[in-house]
């Protein structure tokens, strides 16, 4: 089991960047894919980025492909977001997920959550 937090939200303007972060706990990190998704007031949960277990596979949302940067480090138990050219558009609370999978490819669904992060872009 791994429990998530999440870190790195806040307010910034159009075309800023942020790097949202989270820290897992609990063994065997390295055994996890990770993921980030976002949802915004009114709408449902959107996937937004993820990550295999050994990092050497990413999978990005049309919506923010070439924009946001998923990472990982197996050594620290943290995954990250790097955002860029951030759009109004990306307000929401982002929050990240895991699931337990050794494998080259990433899941399309997650067993563990944490908390979530509001991330707001103003224009």
């Known amino acids: 089991q791994v429990q998530l937090v999440e870190s790195g939200g806040g307010l910034v303007q159009a075309g800023g960047s942020l790097r949202l972060s989270c820290a897992a706990s609990g063994r065997a990190f390295s055994t996890y894919a990770m993921a980030w998704f976002r949802q915004a007031p009114g709408k449902e949960r959107e996937f937004v980025a993820a990550?295999?277990?050994?990092?050497?596979?990413?999978n990005y949302a049309d919506s923010v492909k070439g924009r946001f940067t998923i990472s990982r480090d197996n050594a620290k138990n943290t995954v990250y977001l790097q955002m860029n050219s951030l759009k109004p558009e990306d307000t929401a609370v982002y929050s990240c997920?895991?699931?337990?999978?050794?494998?080259?490819?990433?899941?399309?669904?997650?067993?563990?959550w944490g908390q979530g992060t509001q991330v707001t872009v103003s224009s």
């Open positions: 990550i295999n277990c050994y990092g050497s596979n990413t």
């Open positions: 997920a895991g699931r337990r999978l050794v494998s080259w490819s990433v899941p399309d669904e997650y067993d563990y």
